[in-house]
Every structure is written in C-alpha cells, then in structure tokens.
C-alpha cells in the first residue's frame, strides 16, 4: 500500500487517497449491485436494469462524460439507484469529486436501500471521494457512517484514520488504527501508519515499538524502514537514518522511494 509525506520531516502517512479512481470504478464493476437493490426499481425490469448498470460503469470508466448524461437521463426516467450510483462513479472519473462524494453520502443515507453490506460500500466510496476531494471533514463523516453499520471492519477503521491524517489529528489517527490492530493485530502497514502518528505525537518509544513489530511481521519492508529512519532523523540519530534510507532505496518503488531518496539527500553535506 501506497505512502506519502505529509510534511517530510515531521510525519510519514498513508497516502490520503486510499482508492485511487480506476479502483473504485473496478470495485463497482466487480462487486455490482444486489439484487435486491434492482428489486426497487421494479422487478420486472431488474434484468435490464442490471445490464444497462454494467454498461454505464464501464462507460464511467471509458468516457464518464458519456455516462453522466445516460446516468442523469436514467435516474430521470425511473432508474433509482443503479443510476444514481453510476453518475456519481462517473463524476470521480471527471474529477468532480465532492459532488461524487455527496451523491455516494446521499444514496448511501437511503434506508429504502435493502442491502446493508451495499450502504457501506457506497459510504466508503463517499469517503475517498471526498478524500480525493482533500476535504478530510466529510471523508470522516462517510467513514463513521460506514463503522456505523459495519463496526468490525478493519479496513474502514484504517480509512477513518487516514482521513484524520488528512486534518492532522493524530490523536484520532492513533485511537482509530488501535481500533483497527485488534481486529488485525499483524498488518505491518496499519503498524506504520500508527508509528507515523505517534511519532508526530512524539511518543517517540511507541513509535519505535510499533516499526520494530512491523518489520519483525514483514522484514525488510520499505515503508516501515522508511518511517524508523524519519524517527531516527528526528531524534537527531543521522548515522542510523542514513542506513535505513539506504535500505529502503534497495526495493521501493513510487512515492516510497521518492521519500527515501529525499531525506537521504538531505542528510548529505
């Protein structure tokens, strides 16, 4: 999963956007709507209805001006949900992100909407929307939605505290991610993530702790050896920084090697 400085010296957090645009359109195709979500745009024409969704989400993905107009000429004629759900993926693709984010708020808040798993699916969408959109308010009010209906979900818990992240509140960056941990206490990640926020918490042992247990769960990972040569570099231990910067450059790629190569360079004379 990807990483992104937030402020390079201080604090090293996962990337904000968890579901970079064409990932959200691929859950959708993938996962689709339930059926009994087409059940309440009339059972008779569930079968077309189901249809004319796959084809509108994979225009969403190919030409999402195309699909905004079907999907909008669609909910206007009585196409409900699968409409709706399809303009607003397709308004991700346009980059219209808040209006996305507030369309997904607004179906997923639908009590009329029979499948539970589905509402959360929809509020998670909302939340990388807005993400994407950079307002980190919202995103959380998507996500706290979302663990209102799905409160043993891990990963919602780590995207609730990437949205913090977003408005750096590591407070709550920390309290989400313990959330997450004890349902998945070995994800090496979600360990990083919450060494970053306790490192801009400056609570510099437990953040120690947390790479150390990382790396012991997936040794020689690139994120976590960049977050302990972020804290060593903060805690003024050069020489150590320099060899985990090193280390690191040996298999990162993407935004991880990027902050490698950044703060090795910045250690140099």
């Keep these: 999963m990807a990483f992104e400085a ?21 859950a959708a195709l993938l996962t689709s709507l339930p059926s009994t979500v087409f059940g309440a745009v009339g059972t008779a024409r569930a079968p077309t209805d189901s249809t004319h969704y796959r084809g509108c989400l994979s225009a969403a993905d ?62 998670d969408q909302a939340g990388n929307a807005w993400l994407l959109a950079g307002d980190g308010a919202h995103a959380v ?31 709550e960056v920390d309290l989400d991610l313990n959330a997450a941990l004890q349902i998945q206490p070995r994800r090496a990640d979600l360990l990083v993530f919450r060494a970053s926020a306790r490192r801009a918490l400056q609570r510099y042992a437990e953040a120690y702790a947390d790479i150390e247990f990382a790396l012991k769960l997936k040794s020689g990972d690139s994120n976590a050896l960049v977050e302990r040569g972020l804290l060593r570099k903060q805690l003024g231990d050069l020489g150590g920084a320099k060899r985990d910067f090193e280390a690191a450059l040996k298999t990162a790629s993407g935004e991880t090697a990027a902050q490698a190569k950044e703060n090795l360079e910045s250690l140099s004379p």
């Design 62 to 123: 190919l030409n999402p001006a195309a699909a905004l107009n079907d999907a909008d000429s669609w909910v206007k004629s009585g196409g409900g949900v699968p409409a709706q759900h399809c303009a607003a993926l397709a308004l991700v693709n346009l980059k219209r992100y808040a209006e996305a984010g507030t369309r997904l708020d607004h179906i997923a808040a639908d009590r009329g909407v029979p499948d539970v798993s589905f509402r959360v699916a929809l509020y």
């Design 6 to 26: 937030v402020n390079a010296d201080k604090v090293f957090v996962m990337r904000a956007t968890l579901l970079p645009v064409h990932r959200i359109i691929a």
């Design 141 to 171: 009010e998507s996500f706290q939605a979302a663990l209102a209906l799905s409160a043993g979900d891990a990963d919602l818990f780590a995207d609730l505290a990437r949205a913090q992240a977003m408005r750096h509140d590591w407070h």
